[in-house]
């Protein structure tokens, strides 16, 4: 059972690099989540995808900040001229779009990505 | 906009007892979903308990349940006969409906710490 994956899990850059994180999302899902997680706080929503196209992107949180499914399979965040600011968790997630009862709106999570920026 | 609140930042809970973790929310959608997330040490978000607006009994899943109080506004997690291993952050989530009616991105609470006694 292959879950949600993202490479790398921990991210040491120093500000003004660009990084980039992979997320593989779970083989059958349309859907993919991207968030950020910041220390004492629930995860902040950035973007999503359905398949190849991007739903939503006016909450990234700057123009540095970037995603892509370019085949609608695994998605990419990249993050331009990092900020201290930027360090945090940045976790992916995927689903199915709707079907059948309540447990199909279910996002499954995968580890993380933890930048920290120096 | 969703909103939730999780105003315990951490509790304690005698191990084998059984212990409530508040979420209160707000929207202004009929239909909505609510969820439980766990958050162990190692980061990775792990999915309990759903509950849907239209749901006429409270959700369970083995230990955990929801006590959901739709006038109130209240969806509180319980987590009967606590574990050694429920030690963890918890968090209470909403589905952001406003981008598509489809499985939508989540709306998170802070989280609250809990931590089992032995």
């Known amino acids: 059972d292959t879950g949600v994956s993202q490479d790398p899990r921990h991210k040491i850059t120093k500000r003004g690099q660009n990084v980039t994180f992979r997320c593989d999302p779970i083989s059958e899902h349309n859907r993919l989540y991207w968030y950020r997680q910041t220390l004492g706080q629930g995860p902040e929503f950035l973007t999503y995808?359905?398949?190849?196209?991007?739903?939503?992107k006016s909450r990234l949180l700057s123009d540095r900040f970037s995603a892509e499914r370019p085949k609608g399979s695994f998605s990419t965040l990249e993050i331009q001229r990092t900020e201290q600011g930027d360090s945090a968790m940045y976790l992916c997630?995927?689903?199915?779009?709707?079907?059948?009862?309540?447990?199909?709106?279910?996002?499954?999570f995968g580890p993380g990505t933890r930048l920290t920026v120096t | 906009a969703q909103k939730i609140t999780q105003t315990q930042p951490g509790m304690f809970v005698q191990e084998k007892e059984a212990v409530t973790l508040d979420c209160t929310y707000d929207?202004?959608?009929?239909?909505?979903?609510l969820f439980w997330y766990k958050q162990p040490s190692s980061g990775e978000m792990i999915f309990l308990i759903y509950?849907?607006?239209?749901?006429?009994q409270n959700a369970t899943e083995g230990r955990y349940s929801l006590n959901f109080q739709k006038a109130r506004k209240s969806a509180n997690l319980v987590i009967s006969a606590s574990q050694l291993g429920d030690s963890a952050m918890y968090f209470c989530a909403m589905r952001e409906r406003r981008f598509d009616s489809g499985n939508t991105p989540l709306v998170f609470g802070k989280g609250t710490r809990l931590s089992v006694i032995a």
């Open positions: 929207t202004s959608d009929q239909s909505y979903g």
């Open positions: 997630a995927s689903s199915s779009r709707t079907s059948g009862g309540p447990v199909s709106y279910e996002q499954y």
């Open positions: 509950q849907g607006s239209y749901d006429e």
């Open positions: 995808f359905q398949n190849e196209a991007q739903l939503e």
